[in-house]
């Protein structure tokens, strides 16, 4: 068989068919970026490679995914970091005119090369440790123009870097300063305004929204989905964070690709999730950083079969996290995953997530050459270890 590149004397996880798929004495073959051959080296055809990269018994896994970022605003939030920590609650900053709205500030303010240039930190963070595909959502700009900026430097870090990147809209994410206390008249525009040019420009992948108390009603969110779906886009939702307001049988309603958060969901949002195929897109550095109570519901998510995915949620007020490594580890620890669970989570389950398990998430014949080779002894380093990078080597199409 002729091909590009050759990986052996690997141990391989590939991530198909719903469990994790150890391959101890493996191979993995790339032409012109896609997989050719994934398998055990016995039986495996001839191999005619322009490279061949010995591995030296070590593991490779699809790349990882990080299925739900804020990598793109402008400024930081420490200074409500300060006052959660005096007792000050997340509604509560909110309310006084902080949370998201103080980051849209900010984020207006910035030009598309500054939003692209304090963003590179981050993702080049996330990339040392093995993320090949990362969603990058806006939701700071909250006007027609600066979501569109938004959007453009979230493509800008996707040609700089060799990564692949999915980008959501979340224009429903807060109500601007100059549309207080008229949310309907703000998700008018967005529906007639945002949704319809920005899709027409290309500039999105998904369209999503925050569901909650302090963001919009299930029935504004009816909206906005009943207007991606007019442009043909999938949607997501930010669900049951703090309240559960049903969002995610709302979203389940329009088989979304995931509902995100899902602290306060119930058995009939289980239920209507696990029959759209909606994944549960779990983000264990909110709930640390905001110091949260109420788990979500692990055992009945597994139990109903809805697959579970594992994201940083990175982003300036509640998760300003940008290792997907230490993300695992707060799902084992704090969510009580187990490994298979929490290796899926970043890579098969978050591809699917993104609508892209056609592409990438396993190693499986035809699909993106995305890999990561790693200096570990057992899988289960990648979420044992805190502070600790095992990535050897990082793959990307192949190269």
């Not at 123009?145 to 999915?166: D, H, S």
């Not at 920005?198 to 999503?208: C, N, P």
């Not at 809805?306 to 998760?319: H, K």
Request: glycine content about 12%; some cysteine.
């Amino acid at each position: 068989m002729h091909c590009d590149t050759v990986w052996t004397e690997a141990r391989l996880l590939t991530m198909a068919g719903g469990d994790v798929g150890v391959v101890e004495d493996g191979v993995v073959a790339a032409t012109d970026g896609r997989i050719t051959y994934v398998g055990p080296r016995d039986g495996a055809p001839g191999f005619q490679a322009r490279e061949t990269v010995a591995c030296g018994g070590r593991w490779i896994t699809p790349g990882l995914i990080d299925c739900h970022t804020h990598l793109i605003h402008g400024g930081d939030r420490a200074h409500e970091f300060e006052l959660r920590l005096a007792g000050a609650s997340y509604e509560e900053i909110a309310r006084a005119g902080g949370g998201i709205v103080s980051t849209v500030k900010a984020t207006r303010a910035a030009s598309e090369a500054q939003l692209v240039a304090s963003a590179l930190p981050r993702l080049d963070a996330l990339m040392a440790e093995g993320v090949t595909t990362v969603e990058i959502k806006s939701g700071y700009g909250l006007s027609l123009e600066a979501e569109g900026r938004m959007l453009r430097a979230a493509g800008q870090l996707g040609r700089i870097r060799p990564v692949r990147v999915a980008r959501t809209f979340l224009g429903a994410h807060a109500l601007p300063p100059e549309h207080a206390g008229d949310a309907d008249g703000y998700i008018t525009r967005v529906v007639e305004e945002m949704i319809p040019t920005l899709a027409a420009e290309g500039l999105m992948d998904a369209v999503d929204a925050f569901c909650e108390g302090i963001g919009f009603t299930p029935s504004q969110v009816r909206r906005v989905f009943e207007a991606a779906t007019a442009v043909g886009l999938p949607v997501k939702l930010h669900a049951e964070q703090l309240s559960n307001l049903h969002g995610a049988e709302l979203a389940a309603g329009f088989k979304a690709l995931s509902a995100d958060h899902l602290e306060h969901l119930d058995a009939a949002g289980i239920a209507a999730m696990a029959r759209a195929g909606t994944v549960a897109t779990l983000l264990p550095g909110a709930y640390y950083f905001v110091r949260e109570t109420v788990l979500p519901p692990v055992e009945g998510l597994r139990a109903a079969g809805v697959p579970m995915a594992i994201a940083t949620d990175c982003n300036p007020g509640t998760s300003p996290l940008t290792s997907i490594l230490l993300t695992l580890n707060m799902a084992a620890t704090l969510f009580r995953m187990t490994v298979s669970e929490c290796l899926l989570g970043v890579t098969a389950h978050a591809a699917q997530a993104l609508g892209l398990g056609h592409e990438t998430g396993t190693l499986e014949v035809g699909k993106s050459c995305d890999l990561a080779i790693w200096d570990v002894e057992r899988p289960a380093e990648l979420v044992y270890r805190m502070g600790f990078n095992p990535l050897y080597r990082r793959v990307w199409r192949g190269k």
